[in-house]
């Protein structure tokens, strides 16, 4: 696979504030050697010091600023090396129980002629299913 591929859905109520209003959010998207240092950094660690928790696994890296609403897709030279594609929400009050603000893709799970389809609403992120061709 030669070309990730993502389309990235922001809801209207994608990160809202405490007067309820809704904001943007930046989305980075990693591809990584292994997931483990990703598993194993919490919210703030992540994207503080510029990303240093992942260095090590980082291949590549891209963010994506996502406003309320609208659609963006991702399409970007997949490393040859990167074994999986972590997905991480800038949130102003992420999940940190849940851990829903962010999520992690095998490259077994990704399609090289189709997107995979993440939707970024109420403060998680959701994977779609591939649907049925």
């Known amino acids: 696979m030669k070309t990730l591929h993502l389309d990235l859905r922001a809801r209207e109520g994608v990160n809202n504030n405490a007067k309820g209003a809704s904001l943007a959010t930046v989305v980075r998207i990693y591809q990584l050697k292994d997931r483990q240092a990703f598993d194993n950094t919490d919210y703030p660690s992540l994207f503080a010091g510029d990303g ?77 299913p591939f649907k049925e061709k």
């Open 52 to 128: 240093q928790a992942l260095q090590a696994d980082r291949v590549a890296e891209k963010d994506v600023r996502l406003r309320p609403g609208e659609s963006v897709t991702v399409d970007m030279p997949m490393e040859t090396s990167a074994q999986f594609v972590a997905v991480a929400a800038m949130f102003i009050d992420p999940d940190l129980t849940q851990n829903s603000w962010r999520l992690v893709l095998t490259r077994d799970e990704l399609d090289p002629a189709r997107p995979r389809i993440i939707e970024a609403s109420q403060n998680q992120l959701t994977l779609h």
